[in-house]
């Protein structure tokens, strides 16, 4: 699946590639992007693994609960 805007061009003799693609991200790819680098991709890690932590917590003390009971 290429691109109707891609154009490749190879110079066997120096073995250059040049490569240009035009720019067409999707929004949600760039959405994606923003979310994943910087301060705010730490953040939103921090975030997750803090939400994964408290969901592993929560099913533990619930499947204890009722391993446990008399």
Same mark, same amino acid.
Do not use: P
């Given at each position: 699946?290429?691109? #109707?805007n891609a154009n *490749? !061009?190879?110079n066997r003799w120096n073995e250059n590639v040049n490569l240009s693609v035009a720019d067409s991200q999707s929004s949600t790819n760039e959405f994606c992007n923003k979310l994943c680098t910087? !301060?705010?991709?730490? #953040? *939103?890690r921090v975030a997750g693994s803090l939400a994964v932590m408290a969901a592993m917590y929560i099913i533990g003390y619930i499947t204890g609960y009722y391993v446990h009971r008399c």
């Amino acid at each position: 699946m290429e691109s #109707a805007n891609a154009n *490749v !061009q190879y110079n066997r003799w120096n073995e250059n590639v040049n490569l240009s693609v035009a720019d067409s991200q999707s929004s949600t790819n760039e959405f994606c992007n923003k979310l994943c680098t910087g !301060q705010l991709g730490i #953040a *939103v890690r921090v975030a997750g693994s803090l939400a994964v932590m408290a969901a592993m917590y929560i099913i533990g003390y619930i499947t204890g609960y009722y391993v446990h009971r008399c």
